[in-house]
């Protein structure tokens, strides 16, 4: 504690972290996990895949999905599927995500939330990508952007079509199809002002023009 | 074991300036998204505020930085006992974080932990700072 004031009913304690020696990491508790997985949906496989706990993560996953269904919990169950989908993948799993991520379809049109339903199709087109089906890759992303129009959520929209513009222009050769899509996300980047996303709408576009130029 | 504090809100701004004589502390520029030159780096200097109460003793409270598309990776972790004089009075906990180390850009989560126990959230995006309007 570095400093600070008391008066009648509040204290101020002030601390500075260049003064205290940082404490190692602490594993996750497996409570902690579940409550991870049933809130925050994951998205990189490749970022996962090197984890050491993935069974155990799997486990908890699947344990939450079957605990939110119970209680009726549709977010929570929409979630610790989408997980459990992502950590399969992450193993390796180019199968099981499939179904998980079906189920998750499924659960998404019965809550009617339009938002979970093309974080689903991003999440298939992942899977789908990596089993080299890029033609259903494609129509995904494609249906998530619709979603996305529909909804006015500009900034899921520039992400999914740098998505889909990645698609065609480094996985399926088509940089002329590609650039109309970039140039939308640049434009809808500069029109709204998403100046997180301006450098790699930009690298994107000006990588599709480069593939086109030869 | 000692029973945590309740937490009336975890923010991160710029500065938390306080006002001995009238008691009072001010919040100065809320944000939730920081933009840093170069990855990975350390976090330019901000401040980690909370309001806590209801609690008795000292507690040895933890704030936890994490990342990752999972936020399963903790970046940082600093110990800050706190000592509650009474459980009506409010705490005005402040954390000055200049050793923050960020990795890469993307979205962190802010943890104020107790014993294990998770006892508020903050989440901060991330962004290269070139990408942000002069």
Redesign the interface.
């Known amino acids: 504690m570095t400093g600070g004031f008391s008066s009648a009913n509040s204290v101020l304690v002030e601390f500075d972290d260049r003064d205290i020696a940082p404490s190692p990491p602490v594993p996750l508790s497996d409570s902690q996990l579940r409550w991870i997985l049933s809130h925050h949906l994951f998205t990189d496989s490749d970022r996962l895949a090197s984890r050491p706990d993935l069974d155990r993560l799997c486990a908890l996953a699947a344990e939450q999905a079957a605990a939110s269904e119970h209680t009726g919990d549709l977010r929570g169950l929409m979630t610790a599927v989408g997980n459990h989908a992502v950590l399969l993948q992450a193993q390796g799993d180019l199968d099981g995500p499939l179904g998980l991520l079906a189920r998750r379809e499924a659960v998404s049109r019965q809550a009617d939330d339009e938002w979970e339903l093309a974080r689903t199709f991003a999440l298939q087109a992942a899977v789908r990508t990596a089993r080299g089906d890029l033609d259903e890759a494609v129509r995904l992303r494609e249906e998530a952007e619709r979603i996305h129009r529909r909804r006015d959520d500009v900034e899921a929209l520039v992400r999914a079509l740098l998505h889909r513009g990645a698609l065609l222009a480094d996985r399926l050769g088509q940089p002329r199809a590609a650039i109309p899509l970039l140039e939308e996300a640049m434009r809808l980047v500069e029109q709204r002002r998403l100046v997180h996303l301006r450098h790699a709408s930009r690298q994107a576009l000006e990588r599709a023009r480069g593939l086109l130029a030869g | 074991m000692a029973q945590p504090p309740m937490v009336l809100g975890l923010t991160l701004c710029e500065e938390?300036v306080?006002d001995?004589e009238s008691?009072h502390?001010s919040i100065l520029r809320v944000f939730n998204?920081l933009p840093v030159m170069t990855f990975p780096s350390v976090a330019p200097r901000f401040c980690v505020y909370a309001a806590l109460t209801d609690a008795e003793g000292v507690l040895p409270l933890?704030l936890?930085v994490r990342t990752?598309?999972?936020?399963?990776e903790?970046v940082?972790?600093?110990?800050?006992?706190?000592?509650f004089?009474g459980r009506?009075?409010?705490?005005?906990?402040?954390?000055?974080?200049?050793?923050?180390p960020i990795p890469e850009p993307g979205d962190y989560t802010f943890t104020l932990e107790h014993a294990?126990d998770?006892l508020a959230h903050r989440s901060l995006?991330v962004?290269?700072a070139?990408?942000?309007?002069p």
């Open positions: 938390v306080a001995p008691g502390v998204r933890d936890v990752g598309d999972s936020f399963l903790e940082h972790r600093v110990p800050t006992p706190v000592r004089l009506l009075i409010v705490v005005h906990y402040t954390l000055r974080l200049r050793a923050c294990g998770w995006e962004v290269l070139e990408e942000e309007d």
